[in-house]
């Protein structure tokens, strides 16, 4: 069974920097073809994509939001972090992680709100 | 950036009865187009992915077709579990970046 969970702060500062955790079981980010990504969702608003990264390092980031994007993976702790500078209220969302079989969005995590205000 | 359009925003559709939701590309994205459904307070569910594929476990009351510009998500007769807000996703390219609809919303009529 996969399961992702989402982990980090749920109240971060405006300009501060949030890193989110993503760690998973059921599947490794070695094997070729598997992804995980990065989606948010502001309240009562639609879906975005962030960023997302594959087995074989390649990586790939939302073109708004390039320059305060960066996505890891550490493999051996079936993990994969998600750093986001410089927070704004109009960050504040449900960021979920989720696993990828190629393009395909196959399983999400249960999300987490963070949430931007001084 | 190919923004996705889905229509209506909200359906008010009594159980048993038959939804069609549609989403529309601002350029072709091919067969790359996938459904999900979201309920209150969960995290989305992959039900249709190749614009027409169901996803493992999904049941065949959910149907997808379309290509192209123009997709469509068919439920062909309403349960109570399938009230929820079903969003379209493209993932034709990256760069520039993969796209979701701002949702429909399916109702109890």
């Known amino acids: 069974q996969i399961t992702l969970k989402e982990s980090g702060p749920t109240l971060v500062k405006p300009t501060q920097t949030l890193t989110l955790t993503c760690t998973f079981s059921?599947?490794?980010?070695?094997?070729?073809?598997?992804?995980v990504g990065w989606i948010r969702q502001p309240p009562g608003k639609a879906l975005e994509w962030l960023a997302l990264?594959?087995?074989?390092?390649?990586?790939r980031y939302s073109p708004s939001l390039k320059s305060r994007l960066t996505i890891t993976k550490d493999t051996s702790k079936n993990q994969v972090v998600l750093t986001m500078t410089n927070m704004d209220p109009v960050d504040t969302a449900t960021y979920y992680c989720?696993?990828?079989?190629?393009?395909?969005?196959?399983?999400w995590g249960q999300g987490t709100l963070v949430t931007v205000s001084s | 950036e190919i923004v996705m359009t889905q229509s209506p925003a909200t359906l008010s559709v009594s159980p048993g009865e038959r939804a069609t939701l549609s989403c529309r590309a601002s350029?072709?994205?091919?067969?790359?187009l996938a459904w999900y459904q979201q309920k209150p307070g969960q995290a989305p569910r992959l039900l249709i992915y190749?614009?027409?594929t169901r996803a493992t476990g999904i049941p065949a009351r959910f149907s997808g077709s379309g290509s192209g510009t123009e997709f469509t998500l068919t439920i062909s007769s309403l349960q109570s579990e399938d009230f929820a807000v079903y969003y379209c996703?493209?993932?034709?390219?990256?760069?520039?970046?993969?796209?979701f609809g701002q949702g429909t919303k399916v109702e109890i009529k």
């Open positions: 989720a696993h990828l079989i190629t393009m395909i969005v196959v399983v």
């Open positions: 059921g599947f490794s980010l070695s094997t070729s073809g598997v992804g």
């Open positions: 996703q493209q993932y034709n390219n990256w760069p520039p970046g993969w796209t």
């Open positions: 990264i594959y087995w074989d390092d390649d990586k």
């Open positions: 190749g614009a027409s």
């Open positions: 350029q072709s994205v091919s067969s790359n």
